[in-house]
């Protein structure tokens, strides 16, 4: 399955007219819209490769048909989601879920089809049937250097898989932890974690970076070993200037304030990464922007006053999408996601930086709030379009898809009971 370029070009023709009218009006309102269209057109988002197939929960699985059993396929199903966004020209590939057969046929699909190789993540939260020793206890913390042993080396070989694709950068996601108060020593934990995680960033390539993300808590419901962000920051200090804290949205206790997290991380330049997703609860893992759309405007004029001011004091960060889609057909949610994030991302945009800071420098807290909430209402679906359309993209994208009734030819191609690997 590939969308090609006169199919899209097509369907934009019967939104053109009204699109642009939309378009004008909002540049008379807006004197930085060139600007921000640009910052839109130019921005992309990583598809996890475990993303494209049926998510689930431990009760259940529903599958929808079409779903794509190889890398091979899940490169196009990414290529299809790029095609009509223009914002997903990467992946983000999880070993051993997708290991790519041959590198170098794997990395020629992906270029052909316009994609490259973002982070890299390995996992040492399963067993797979191969391997020696369990991650029941845990990985890189476990008691038993065997298995410490083992996990650094599954590691390493990621990391290896990254260098023949291309990928600069790989993301540590560790379940380690405890169920139990007394089943671990949390100290010596740490101490193991640490001490593997020293051998796997000496693995790295010098232009490599290393994200180490952190999670409260699941699969371990006691102790993480690497709970927050400031075990996440202890951990990268120690390691080296090429290592970095990673913040998946969904791993925060109810109403932590993240916003400020993503401030502080920045100002010390140690944001790497970033996994985006929406909660309620937990880690949810559910579509981006359906719960706390104001939350993640709020994040992006975090991330937009980080990026803008001082931006070689931290790299852009690696951006990822990391939901799972129980009920939708996961093109569609990830094309859901990209509009939510690119909407956030606009709206930060438009926040007028210079009115803010005046408003906090005279402490004018309803100015202040009145200059968020401004940028927050403003409808920036026009801006989206526009940025898409540049790239020749869809002008609405979800409707391409309906249109072109993508997943009827992916049914059609690859059948109902087609599987993809991932959770
Ligand atoms: C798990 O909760 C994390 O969000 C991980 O980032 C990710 O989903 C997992 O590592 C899959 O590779
Ligand atoms: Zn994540
Ligand atoms: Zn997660």
Redesign the pocket.
């Known amino acids: 399955m590939q969308i090609h370029q006169e199919e899209i070009v097509a369907l934009n023709k019967d939104l053109l007219v009204e699109h642009k009218e939309k378009l004008t009006q909002l540049s008379r309102k807006h004197s930085n819209l060139e600007d921000i269209i640009d910052t839109i057109s130019n921005y992309n988002i990583a598809i996890p490769s475990w993303a494209l197939g049926a998510g689930g929960t431990r009760f259940g699985k529903f599958g929808f048909g079409g779903e794509p059993s190889t890398l091979e396929q899940k490169l196009e199903d990414i290529s299809v989601i790029n095609a009509l966004t223009k914002s997903a020209n990467a992946v983000s590939l999880h070993i051993p879920w997708d290991i790519p057969k041959n590198t170098n046929a794997i990395k020629e699909k992906a270029t052909h089809l316009g994609l490259h190789f973002d982070a890299m993540n390995s996992n040492t939260f399963q067993d797979q049937d191969n391997q020696e020793y369990s991650y029941k206890f845990g990985s890189l913390c476990h008691t038993d250097k065997n298995v410490r042993d083992q996990a650094v080396a599954h590691n390493k070989a990621v990391i290896d898989y990254g260098i023949a694709l291309g990928s600069k950068s790989l993301t540590v996601?560790l379940a380690d932890g405890s169920n139990f108060p007394g089943q671990l020593n949390f100290r010596r934990a740490f101490e193991n974690t640490l001490a593997s995680l020293k051998e796997i960033y000496a693995h790295l390539p010098a232009d490599w970076k290393l994200f180490i993300?952190y999670k409260p808590y699941e699969p371990n419901f006691y102790s993480m070993v690497i709970q927050d962000w400031g075990t996440s920051h202890m951990l990268a200090k120690d390691l080296g200037e090429q290592a970095y804290t990673l913040v998946?949205l969904?791993?925060h206790l109810p109403n932590t304030n993240i916003e400020h997290i993503v401030a502080t991380l920045m100002t010390r330049g140690m944001l790497g990464g970033f996994?985006f997703n929406d909660s309620k609860y937990g880690d949810d893992d559910l579509s981006v922007g359906v719960m706390k759309p104001y939350q993640l405007f709020l994040i992006f004029n975090e991330l937009v006053f980080g990026m803008e001011n001082n931006p070689a004091n931290n790299p852009i960060p690696a951006w990822m999408i990391?939901a799972s889609h129980n009920l939708k057909d996961p093109l569609e949610d990830l094309i859901q996601s990209i509009e939510a994030i690119e909407t956030a991302y606009a709206k930060a945009l438009l926040i007028d930086q210079k009115a803010l800071e005046e408003a906090q420098l005279k402490n004018d807290v309803v100015t202040a709030q009145r200059i968020l909430q401004d940028a927050f209402n403003t409808d920036v679906k026009t801006i989206l379009a526009e940025a898409r359309l540049r790239n020749d993209g869809a002008i609405d994208p979800i409707s391409a898809y309906r249109s072109l009734d993508v997943r009827n030819v992916l049914i059609k191609e690859r059948g109902m009971n087609s599987k993809a690997t991932g959770l």
Do not use: K, Q, S, Y
Request: proline share 0%.
């Open positions: 996601w993300e998946d969904g791993h996994h990391d």
